[in-house]
């Protein structure tokens, strides 16, 4: 059974700084990754889809890596601001859609 | 605008009480998933649905029906809510298996 693991649970860094944000899962027979974020009383909104021949993607100032055989990904966010202040979340695809959530790393950027 | 929609947005009932979340999409996909989500526990596939009238289960698919009848609707329904199913909801689709994924903007439901 795949399980995800996001590290660390919560960030709090002044706007600015760079950071990186884990995503580790057991299984690694994966379709493709996909990065979220979720702000409070709202839905998720896509940020990235990495797929498992990818080893990156990026979006702006996003960037994800992929290593499918070690069962990681990771979320690079450059120069962050107030607004990057959201939940982050990430799902492997593990087949006909279904996406294995972790539970979040809560990031709040303070200006 | 391409969008997951959900309807209600919130929703507060009692046990018993028979009720459907409705789902639209606008975009033409053909596979739509439902998901609930728990402190501690992340969101977890209820029930997906690869196409027109074809459906199924997830993860977590006690207490939960669903209908895919049309393309762009996937209601949830729950015949008889218990406490237990007090959850946030959240809607998606995707043109396909390994496409990117769209999400509602969630329903919170709580079963009292």
């Known amino acids: 059974k795949q399980e995800v693991t996001q590290i660390p649970a919560a960030l709090s860094v002044p706007e600015g700084e760079n950071l990186v944000l884990n995503c580790s899962f057991t299984?690694?027979?994966?379709?493709?990754l996909q990065w979220f974020r979720q702000d409070p009383g709202k839905g998720l909104t896509s940020l990235l889809l990495?797929?498992?021949?990818?080893r990156e993607q990026t979006s702006g100032r996003l960037n994800a890596s992929l290593d499918k055989s070690s069962g990681r990904s990771t979320l690079y966010i450059a120069a962050s601001q107030p607004g990057d202040s959201a939940t982050y979340l990430c799902?492997?695809?593990?087949?006909?859609?279904?996406?294995?959530f972790g539970t979040g790393t809560r990031l709040l950027v303070s200006p | 605008e391409a969008q997951v929609t959900q309807n209600p947005r919130y929703l507060i009932t009692v046990t018993g009480k028979k009720l459907t979340v409705t789902c639209s999409q606008n975009?033409?996909?053909?596979?739509m998933s439902w998901y609930r989500q728990d402190p501690g526990l992340g969101l977890r596939q209820i029930y997906y649905?690869?196409?027109?009238?074809?459906?199924d289960k997830g993860d977590v698919p006690e207490g939960y029906k669903v209908s895919r009848k049309e393309k762009r609707n996937f209601p949830l329904i729950l015949e008889s809510p218990s406490p237990n199913q007090t959850s946030l909801y959240f809607c998606?689709?995707?043109?396909?298996?390994?496409?990117?994924?769209?999400f509602g903007q969630g329903t919170r439901l709580t079963v009292v």
């Open positions: 998606a689709s995707s043109l396909g298996p390994y496409t990117e994924a769209f």
């Open positions: 299984d690694s027979a994966i379709y493709n």
């Open positions: 990495i797929q498992s021949s990818q």
């Open positions: 799902a492997p695809n593990t087949g006909f859609q279904k996406l294995v």
């Open positions: 975009m033409n996909h053909e596979y």
């Open positions: 649905s690869m196409n027109v009238e074809v459906t």
